[in-house]
């Protein structure tokens, strides 16, 4: 496997069944896109949209945005040829639903054998909260994964709470996840979703505070959410510039002999100096920098 996946931001979902959404999708500013063809699909439609799935991916280019699969749950009769319909060296990762067991990820692992494909397990109940990082860690294929949140969705059914705009109700859940699958060495945790499509500011105030909690981008479901989460979870121009300041005073301190310091009204050390190297390392994969 490569060592650094693609770095995803914001994540669209798209129906695997509509080609004009999906093409449009894959030519917005969202990181990547997830064709779906577990949930929004009519039903008897599996057939054609596993044949729009297979088009888009021989279309793809390198300047569209990422393409990931939502296929159907490991066990039903469909996962086996929606899994056949994506396998492409255009596929960035199959996203699995409905996970319960590491032995899912374990067998799609197995179905992926000589790819590069990655693997993004959907934490959509209580179980997969309870062994998230059982799940994390039962491939290395798992380069996405995180605590979701949605109203009246899988996870809040199983669950039982009330969702509310402020979060607080699965604000446990996220970090608990997060905290699993950052231990598990998964570089890009994903959470999400803001299911109110027009409430912008809403969304802005979930971005930023997912983004807080360490996560490094989001699912989203709607166009109009691409730039607020892309924003959210991007360095601005003076972050980095700031974290240029800080290695440069760091390094000519220790070329100095010295540890610890004063810097900007802060006590200053080597740690800051790895944090502001990793930092400026995302914001070059990010094509920031």
């Given amino acids: 496997m490569q060592p650094d996946p693609t770095p995803i931001r914001s994540l669209l979902f798209v129906p695997a069944n509509r080609p004009d959404r999906m093409q449009k999708a894959l030519r917005s500013e969202a990181d990547g896109v997830v064709f779906d063809l577990e949930s929004a699909i009519p039903r008897g439609t599996a057939a054609e949209s596993r044949d729009c799935v297979r088009q888009a991916l021989e279309a793809h280019t390198p300047d569209q945005a990422a393409i990931f699969v939502r296929v159907s749950a490991v066990g039903t009769a469909d996962f086996a040829p929606d899994l056949e319909a994506c396998l492409h060296p255009s596929l960035t990762a199959v996203m699995l639903p409905q996970v319960t067991d590491p032995e899912e990820v374990i067998i799609t692992n197995s179905a992926l054998e000589g790819t590069e494909i990655r693997i993004m397990p959907l934490v959509e109940t209580a179980s997969a909260v309870r062994q998230a990082y059982e799940l994390a860690t039962a491939s290395e294929r798992v380069a996405y994964m995180g605590g979701a949140t949605g109203r009246h969705g899988d996870l809040g059914r ?84 700031g974290w240029r300041r800080l290695i440069a005073a760091i390094e000519e301190a220790e070329a100095q002999g010295i540890g610890a310091f004063r810097y900007e009204g802060r006590l200053i050390d080597h740690a800051h100096l790895l944090t502001a190297q990793q930092n400026l390392s995302r914001a070059s994969k990010l094509g920031l920098i």
């Fill in 158 to 241: 199983s669950v039982g709470f009330q969702w509310t705009p402020e979060g607080t109700e699965t604000l446990y859940l996220r970090q608990k996840v997060l905290i699993d699958v950052r231990s598990a060495g998964v570089p890009n945790p994903l959470s999400g979703l803001w299911g109110t499509v027009d409430d912008l500011d809403g969304l802005t105030r979930f971005a930023h505070q997912t983004r807080q909690l360490g996560y490094e981008g989001m699912m989203i479901i709607h166009p109009t959410h691409i730039p607020i989460v892309n924003q959210a979870f991007s360095p601005t121009p003076e972050e980095i510039e």
